[in-house]
């Protein structure tokens, strides 16, 4: 509204397509989402520097944001994957010492039980964590 008002004081005089304030905010709406229809257009100087103020201020306005959003949302992600890799971790490493326990138990009773079976990748794995 408050370029809106401008556009009209600026340009009524000087161009009659900015007959209305509600037309001058027409004009800032199309300028600050860079639409810009081209079906109205400032003529005099002023009208055309507060055009590029307003086009400025649009961009501010509008690109901070989604920057902002943008940026905590891909935070928000790589958090969400990497708990999501942890927990499967955890849940192997807790299989693992599920079988390796069941395997020392039998041992224990005396019972003649063949070593557990792991594939190569559970057992670099259980070397590593």
Do not use: H
């Amino acid at each position: 509204i408050l370029f809106g008002s401008m556009f009209y004081v600026i340009e009524a005089d000087a161009n009659p397509q900015f007959s209305s304030i509600p037309m001058g905010a027409f004009y800032t709406v199309a300028t600050i989402t860079t639409v810009g229809y081209g079906d109205m257009v400032v003529s005099t100087f002023l009208g055309k520097v507060v055009g590029v103020v307003c086009m400025f201020l649009g961009l501010l306005i509008v690109a901070l944001p989604v920057i902002i959003i943008g940026g905590n949302f891909e935070k928000e992600y790589r958090s969400y994957i990497d708990k999501k890799e942890k927990k499967i971790i955890f849940d192997k490493a807790q299989k693992f010492e599920q079988q390796a326990e069941q395997g020392n138990e039998k041992q224990k009773d005396g019972e003649e039980t063949e070593p557990p079976r792991f594939s190569r990748s559970d057992r670099g794995f259980f070397e590593v964590y």
